[in-house]
């Protein structure tokens, strides 16, 4: 297997700030990878330097073999990696079925047939009942929903989703789960920004772990769950190893 | 279709008023409301649908103003001709302003925007050679407009200004029309909602932006060389001001921002109310415009129409 995302000793300085320091990692066409790592390592700044809203300060970034630093977020979104927003952000007094056809909009320059594409997506996560609400009436389960099916409208090769399950009930995440495993089959790569660790052993091929910027360990769940150097970064040190 | 009809048929209204409407004040008043709709709807397309309240828009009307009065007053060309070329100087502007200023989001482009107006205006009052300063340009007698060899029209009265404003309001309405529902309308109502959203779903956001700058510019730029020869005289403060700006963005706040029919109503309201209160208390109206906007924004964020139609989905919810 080839790697279709590759990081490459990517680091991002805002002023003395060390968001991320010399990141590698690379994401095999097909698998799903965690991204996890206590708050503030610079897991979403990995995505906006990966995904062109940020430029790294070093390091590359490749996308299928191209170098893809420097290049704007629609840019790419053309090339087919698109992320959702760790804050949802719907396009509140658009409905639900434009939200996807702006997606789609990516792909066809025909209304008529992003329509179809977009009525699609909001199928396939079960949204299509919604078409025509105004998405800034959705509740926060829906609303994850309408953003992955957003994403997945613009016919991505893959997808990086920065905490999907955030605030959402049990119920809720067992759909989302269900959902990236559905993708999953689709053939999409994904990389998952997650802190449910349940949700991350069960959908991830393998994780890597960040912290204060830096990457602390990779390798597949079951060793990250039982690595110490991970149950510290998240517990601490004062005999929150044992736990 | 269901918007069709009705439109069709009050087209077909508006087009046989001058045949029973001999005052020339009523005309002059149906030209007044065709030129509001028509500014209205021109800046609908940057302010309402990619939500880029530029507070600017008076610098491509006046481009359109002088630039056709200083094509027929240097060079005798019509202004049905010297009208494109000041549409195509106004897009060139405004792509050149916007390359620039819409780097700024919310307020800052706001500010850039009455600056630009500003700049365009204190260049207009000092090219005295070009655009005659301060005293500014009466217009030259129209040459009489011909198709072939048969005189249409030689401008005497204010029917053909009629059916020329009612035109160019129609065509600012089916160009609002057209790019709601095109892919640019999309992105530019994306941008409006969230802009990082939309530039994240693979949108360029500066060239949407500009895209619909130069479409509104243009719009403006018609609107401007139209309005200025039925008033016959210009100045730069008068063209350039900012109260054509403000004129044109209150229009679509107090219709309906980012709607087509908005700026259609918003239109006829702030006609009625200025020409109402004209004779009355003469500037003051500005003050009744003050208090009418405050008044939108409290009762009715959506403008006058999305009052009105949330009124008649209410009605209709409960019978």
């Known amino acids: 297997m080839s790697a279709l995302l590759e990081v490459r000793s990517v680091s991002k300085f805002f002023g003395g700030v060390k968001a991320n320091q010399d990141v590698s990692f690379s994401v095999e066409s097909g698998i799903v990878l965690g991204l996890i790592g206590p708050n503030g390592a610079g897991k979403t700044t990995l995505f906006n330097c990966i995904t062109g809203f940020y430029p790294p300060s070093r390091g590359d970034v490749f996308f299928e073999g191209k170098r893809i630093n420097g290049l704007s977020p629609d840019q790419v979104c053309k090339l087919g990696m698109v992320r959702t927003w760790q804050k949802v952000r719907p396009l509140a007094k658009l409905t639900v079925l434009d939200n996807a056809v702006v997606g789609a909009l990516c792909r066809t320059s025909s209304v008529a047939e992003a329509k179809k594409i977009a009525l699609e997506q909001l199928r396939v996560v079960g949204l299509e009942k919604r078409a025509p609400a105004l998405a800034g009436g959705l509740p926060i389960g829906e609303r994850k929903k309408l953003e992955l099916a957003r994403v997945l409208a613009t016919r991505p090769r893959m997808i990086l989703l920065d905490e999907v399950m955030g605030g959402l009930n049990a119920r809720e995440s067992e759909e989302i789960i269900d959902l990236i495993l559905a993708v999953k089959k689709r053939g999409l790569t994904q990389v998952v920004i997650e802190h449910d660790m349940k949700a991350i052993v069960r959908t991830c091929d393998r994780i890597v772990v960040l912290n204060s910027g830096e990457k602390l360990a990779e390798g597949s769940p079951q060793q990250i769950v039982n690595d110490p150097r991970v149950m510290t970064a998240y517990l601490g040190d004062s005999g929150g190893a044992k736990a | ?319």
Request: net charge neutral.
């Open chain 2, 1 to 319: 279709m269901k918007t069709l009809i009705p439109l069709a048929m009050a087209v077909v209204v508006l087009a046989l008023i001058p045949l029973w409407v001999e005052s020339p004040y009523a005309l002059h008043i149906f030209i007044l409301l065709f030129i509001g709709i028509a500014l209205g709807e021109s800046w609908n397309v940057v302010g309402g649908f990619a939500g880029q309240y530029s507070v600017g828009h008076s610098a491509w009307y006046g481009i359109g103003a002088y630039g056709a009065f200083i094509l027929l007053q240097k060079i005798n060309l019509a202004p049905w001709f010297g009208v494109w070329v000041a549409v195509a100087l106004s897009v060139l502007a405004a792509l050149a302003v916007g390359f620039i200023t819409f780097r700024l989001r919310g307020p800052y482009f706001v500010l850039a925007s009455i600056a630009v107006a500003e700049i365009i205006r204190l260049l207009a009052l000092n090219t005295k050679d070009l655009t005659n300063g301060a005293e500014g340009i009466l217009s030259p007698d129209l040459p009489p407009l011909k198709l072939g060899g048969a005189v249409i029209t030689d401008w005497n009265s204010k029917i053909p200004y009629f059916y020329m404003g009612l035109a160019m309001a129609l065509f600012c309405i089916a160009v609002n029309f057209a790019v709601k529902r095109s892919k640019l309308g999309y992105y530019l109502q994306a941008i409006r909602e969230d802009q990082d959203a939309a530039h994240s779903l693979g949108i360029p956001p500066t060239l949407s932006k500009n895209a619909a700058l130069a479409i509104s510019a243009a719009c403006t730029a018609l609107v401007g060389s139209f309005a200025a020869f039925y008033v016959g005289f210009i100045e730069p403060q008068q063209v350039f001001g900012i109260d054509v700006s403000i004129q044109m963005v209150l229009t679509a706040i107090i219709g309906g921002i980012g709607t087509v029919a908005g700026p259609v109503l918003g239109a006829v309201v702030l006609v009625l109310i200025s020409e109402g209160l004209r004779t009355t208390i003469a500037q003051a109206h500005l003050l009744v415009y003050g208090i009418l906007v405050i008044v939108v924004i409290l009762v009715m964020p959506d403008g006058f129409l999305g009052f009105i139609s949330q009124r008649l989905r209410r009605k209709a919810a409960v019978e």
